[in-house]
């Protein structure tokens, strides 16, 4: 076997250290030169060279010394990285949000928009997409901030190379090309640029706030229904980029039909738009929008109110049914509640026990039967999991620092 140039195999190896002293900072906050090497297991000689690279491109600083209690005051490292900036374009079945952070995570500027959800016209909804990143741009360049990254959240498949949209039922849309319609309306926009399914982003930022959930299903609704299946560790992604789209699983005899073509799906019996029509709450999402009708549709069903009450128990079965379904399909640790349906796991989980397996599986001694769990981050899910996703791609990457 040919050996590599030494060249090339030292700058893999110091690119991967210098990953591993930022991943380490940026997951445990400022940390002291010994800190990072007990952690990554570095020598302190190596950690010292790194870190001297990362502040020099201007990527980490030095904190003020403080008292270390056995005399000696210690400098920690944070993240600096003052003229970076992660932006996250995204689009759902009534707002475009564009949301600043730092790389480390934190909020710099958030803006939205109604687009008022012109069925089946992906340019008007894409004109108000491109002016909230517009105005997002302005703040970074305000900032004095460079975007380096910007990943752009749709509530609907995504496939194909270039990525595009597939198809968004809850938009009306068949396949469209997000990315190419935001860079021919805003020809400045950065260079590292990509398209994400929201269910996805929203089920790995969820995972990473969960504990020992290696497998997983997720299911959320805010926008429609979204879903996604993590087995060992693993995206299911499946062979058309559509797995885990748990909205369309089609679990109610000769139901309705769906704009995805099948008839009886998930979303038809249990989706928002059906939920908020029983409950009477149709207007309100004229009026107001669908985050602000939600939240008063999941305010009603807590509070036991009628007719919302009403639609949320009918609609629990079908819910409990298809997470029966796939429980038995994927044998999860857990199956984690997303969205407005966070508030009301404990419904959804009474309504998935009523009817479960007593036998024991092979491997424990107890029946397969996972835990539901209440998703921790709300509405917010796929946007965290956007920028942590982007804050991932630089770190696994320091050369776009300029180290
Ligand atoms: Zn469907």
Redo the contacts with the bound molecule.
Sequence with gaps: MPRLPRSLVSGDVRRHNLTLVLEHIVRSGPSARSEIAEATGLTRGAVTALAAALTEAGVLRETDPVASGKGRPITRLELAASDLAVLVAQVDADTATALLTTLAGDELFRVSARHGRPMGEPDAVLDVLASVVAEALGVASGLGRRVVEMPVVVFAPVGGEPPVVLAD?DLGWGEVDVIGGLRSRLPSLPATMSLESDAWLAALAERSVLESTESMLYIKSNSGIGGAILLEGRLVEGAHGVGGAL??IVIVPDGEP?????SG?L??VAGPDVLLERAGLAGLVAERGLATAIDELSSQIAAGATPAAAAWDDALPWIARSLQVLSMATDPDAIVIGGFWAAHTASIEQAFRANRPTLAGPRAGAPAIPAVVAGRLGADAALFGAVWAARDAVLADPGRLGV
């Design positions: 039922t909205g369309h769906c704009e995805c073509g099948q799906c979303v038809t």
